[in-house]
């Protein structure tokens, strides 16, 4: 499932000589640029007073989105995770969950919200 496969396809034009127009389109993709804003494609509710702090969620979300608190802590004196702009909604997070902290909600479009959504 890695996107790393070692094995170049067969064909493949820049493995050896050949002409430029024999370049695919895809080897013209752009980057994104620095600036461009975070699309999230989803959210969460967070039940931060059921949080035991115990980070398995940080581990568990595949696009880094979360965070736990480091100067602020829930009412049963716990660091708690807090929500980054670019959420995919793939559930990895609520599944992983022993204390049922999270509801993940998938908006219809993805949305930006790099101007700050407080989790
Ligand atoms: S739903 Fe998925 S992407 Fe969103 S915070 Fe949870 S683990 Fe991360
Ligand atoms: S997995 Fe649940 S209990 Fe553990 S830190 Fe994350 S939200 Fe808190």
């Known amino acids: 499932m890695s996107a790393r496969d070692s094995t170049p396809p067969?064909?493949?034009?820049?493995?050896?000589?050949?002409?430029?127009?024999?370049?695919?389109?895809?080897?013209?993709?752009?980057t994104a640029?620095?600036?461009?804003?975070?699309?999230?494609?989803?959210?969460?509710v967070i039940d931060v007073d059921a949080c035991k702090g115990c980070d398995l969620c940080i581990?568990?979300?595949?696009?880094?989105?979360?965070r736990m608190t480091v100067d602020d802590v829930n009412d049963?004196?716990?660091?708690?995770p807090q929500l980054l702009p670019g959420c995919i909604a793939c559930k990895a997070?609520?599944?992983?969950?022993?204390?049922?902290?999270?509801?993940?909600?998938?908006?219809d479009e993805p949305r930006d919200e790099t101007g700050g959504t407080r989790g």
């Open 10 to 30: 067969s064909g493949d034009p820049t493995a050896g000589p050949g002409p430029a127009s024999a370049l695919p389109a895809a080897a013209h993709q752009p």
């Open 76 to 80: 049963r004196g716990y660091r708690y």
């Open 93 to 107: 997070c609520s599944a992983i969950c022993p204390d049922f902290v999270f509801q993940v909600y998938r908006y």
């Open 33 to 44: 640029h620095p600036d461009a804003p975070v699309l999230s494609k989803g959210t969460l």
């Open 59 to 66: 581990d568990a979300c595949p696009v880094d989105v979360l």
